[in-house]
């Protein structure tokens, strides 16, 4: 019979972004990142929470820390604000922001707690997308290779794990939400720049790859990959054909780069014949196939997808990802659509949360196994977590029963996938403490501890603990044996 627990070393911890929980846009010289754009004109639209504030930790990081040692946290994952450390993007040092991270870090290992450091979490220095618009420019990756080099050169007696680039392939599919793109560009004829955007990114992440190894010894690093696995929506030939291809566009494309060195050839051939192939050098090339070596996949996983045959007969255009701003079940705006390719769809089997996301613990086992047995790499989870509306009760307590359920059932997801032979080496669910989601403001929350700030009003950003809190401190406290 399976051991109950997690192995001793399997790390036990949580995660964050920069932009999403640190506040302090703009103090002690850290200057604006597109998401405190992006996040202006969504607060200007929809109401919801500008980065400006977030979550606070910026001035709450000790106790934030606190509370992770109170849990157990033998890891917490975290981003840089590469405005924080070159406000320009390039050129002059902020010697604050500088310190801000080494004082977090040193806050962190005082605790017991390794720090997993993300390199790239959405946050493009404001000054480098006014310069030549980001990551659409070519020149971005010239200007990431010498924050990496700084970042990992600063911290690399700290950290030994690095993850570079955060989910470049949410990034394709939202790619508004995730860069600061003009609006002359969102006409539907330059969707192109959506790939090539990820091609820079991808050069960036072997360049970091290369850095890490580099600069720090023992030195880990991978990409924190937003990786949903797939399943056919019937069991008709072409509906499981849509879903190879759906996995090929949508996850083999990504993961094939960071361990083949290449890119996946069927998905490249659909982007070609349809001029969405991203240009690239000989020397491009020759940087993925040689220098691409990542040493872990970061799994982000939310929710599986489901995919179905989408016949080529002008009936349908090519689209993208849509979203659920409203929080009402079934308000999705729409489906990724590539006519005789796939096109996505709800799966009827399954439940969702109040944004449309699929739960689905069991196809954490899947795609574990599926990528275990396919790159034979190590896999660690950077995200994973249930978005919903908590209600702070009158006595001060947050009774977030369905939170733990989601946990429950992903880590004993986990679990199985380890009795199965795959070399997990940690969980870190979104996230420690609530903050800004991506799209949906503050009222989406994930954390285990509540901050208490609306939408509106950030307040004083007060912390709480969640009966979640309660829950998963028992859980490391048993190395996972104990999930009820
Ligand atoms: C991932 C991102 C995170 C995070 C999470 C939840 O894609 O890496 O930054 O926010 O999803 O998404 P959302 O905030 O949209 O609910």
Redesign the pocket.
């Known amino acids: 019979m399976a051991n109950r627990q997690f192995p001793d070393e399997f790390l036990w911890g949580a995660s964050t972004?920069a932009y999403?929980v640190e506040g302090a846009a703009y103090e002690d010289g850290k200057k604006a990142s597109q998401q405190d754009f992006i996040n202006k004109d969504s607060y200007e639209v929809f109401g919801f929470a500008t980065a400006e504030i977030a979550s606070d930790q910026y001035h709450h990081y000790k106790e934030d820390v606190a509370m992770m040692k109170e849990m157990g946290f033998t890891s917490y994952r975290f981003s840089i604000a590469w405005s924080r450390i070159f406000p320009d993007g390039i050129g002059e040092v902020n010697q604050k922001g500088v310190d801000y991270y080494h004082n977090l870090i040193n806050e962190l290992k005082a605790a017991g707690i390794e720090p997993i450091v993300t390199l790239y979490?959405?946050d493009c220095p404001m000054a480098l997308v006014e310069k030549y618009g980001g990551w659409l420019d070519r020149q971005i990756v010239a200007d990431f290779e010498q924050y990496a080099r700084f970042v990992i050169n600063e911290y690399k007696d700290d950290v030994r794990i690095w993850t570079t680039i955060?989910?470049q392939s949410?990034i394709v599919q939202y790619w508004t939400q995730k860069c600061y793109i003009p609006e002359e560009l969102l006409d539907g004829k330059h969707n192109q720049l959506r790939y090539q955007i990820n091609h820079y990114m991808n050069l960036a992440h072997a360049i970091a790859c290369d850095l890490v190894h580099e600069l720090v010894p023992g030195g880990i690093v991978g990409a924190p990959l937003?990786y949903s696995c797939i399943y056919p929506l019937t069991s008709a030939p072409e509906d499981v054909m849509a879903m190879q291809n759906a996995q090929a566009l949508r996850n083999d494309f990504y993961t094939d780069v960071y361990f083949k060195g290449e890119y996946n050839k069927g998905a490249m051939i659909y982007l070609q014949e349809h001029g969405l192939a991203p240009e690239m050098t000989d020397e491009d090339l020759e940087l993925l196939k040689n220098h691409s070596k990542s040493d872990f996949l970061a799994i982000?996983y939310?929710a599986s997808e489901c995919a179905k045959w989408c016949p080529d007969d002008g009936a349908k255009e090519i689209s993208w990802s849509g979203v659920n701003r409203s929080g009402k079940k079934g308000e999705i705006s729409g489906f990724e659509t590539h006519p005789g390719f796939y096109e996505m769809c709800a799966n009827p089997r399954l439940d969702t949360t109040d944004?449309d996301w699929a739960i689905d613990p069991q196809g954490m086992e899947y795609l574990l196994r599926d990528l275990y047995n396919r790159y034979n790499k190590p896999l660690i989870i950077t995200?994973n977590?249930l978005?919903a509306y908590d209600t702070l009760t009158e006595d001060g307590k947050v009774h977030d029963d369905y939170r733990i359920g989601y946990l429950r059932g992903h880590i004993a997801a986990i679990k199985r996938a380890i009795d199965k032979g795959v070399k997990v080496l940690g969980y870190n669910p979104?996230s420690s403490v609530d903050l800004l989601?991506?799209?949906?403001g503050v009222k989406?929350r994930?954390g285990l501890v509540y901050v208490d700030r609306t939408d509106d009003d950030p307040k004083e950003c007060k912390r709480i603990r969640k009966d979640s809190f309660y829950w998963y401190q028992k859980v490391i406290a048993s190395k996972g044996s104990d999930l009820d």
């Open positions: 972004s999403q979490h959405y955060n989910e949410i937003g982000n939310y944004w995200e977590g978005g979104w989601s991506t799209s949906n989406k994930y």
